[in-house]
């Protein structure tokens, strides 16, 4: 996947099924988000989330989709053959080390309301920090939110334009706009 700049510190990029060669699959990109690319080992054996995150659903889907696993397989179950989008991804970035408490509920209420109310799409918000990732960048939060509608019945209709490549500039003027 690749992540292009949507402005103001936020990137956009649609996590497609197939990218020239190679097949992706949700369930497998959000484990490497959860775990800083480093997947299953001694240390931190499969699905073991070493990122902090969270999940933020529509307000009448199920509620076992609370869980970023169940939620990701059940998008991959309900996938039908063909499907080109599996999700889109912004990602935000915080600029100052010391912002990064302040950042992160704000930036996980944005996606509530951006993602999950607006737009009625389920969302993983996911903290990635030097700190814990050993990765000499800026904290960054990761917002994966699978392409289709979520509600009570499960994955519905694309969301759409906003997940595809025309949802970038949407997020970022509303991240833009998000209250301080």
């Known amino acids: ?14 996590l497609r099924r197939r990218l020239g060669k190679v097949d992706n699959d949700l369930v497998e990109f959000l484990h490497q988000k959860l775990t800083f690319g480093r997947g299953p080992s001694a240390t ?4 073991h989330a070493q990122a902090v995150h969270t999940v933020l659903l529509p307000e009448d889907a199920q509620t076992d989709l609370l869980d970023a696993r169940r939620l990701a397989e059940r998008y991959e ?3 039908f053959p063909g499907i080109k989008d599996l999700a889109c991804v912004a990602k935000i970035t915080i600029s100052k ?3 990064v408490l302040r950042e992160w509920p ?5 996606a509530a309301v951006e993602f999950a109310e607006k737009r009625k799409l389920g969302c993983i918000a996911i903290l990635h920090v030097p700190s814990k990732s050993g990765v000499r960048r800026n904290s960054h939060v990761h917002l994966v939110a ?17 997940a595809s490549d025309a949802g970038g500039p949407e997020i970022a003027r509303a991240w833009r706009d998000w209250p301080a």
């Open 1 to 14: 996947m690749v992540i292009t700049d949507a402005g103001e510190g936020v990137g956009w990029g649609v």
């Open 44 to 47: 931190a054996p499969d699905w």
């Open 77 to 79: 179950a309900d996938a």
């Open 97 to 99: 080390s010391d912002q």
């Open 106 to 110: 704000r930036i996980v209420r944005f």
């Open 146 to 162: 699978p392409a289709r509608e979520l509600s009570s019945d499960g994955f519905g209709s694309f969301v759409r334009p906003f």
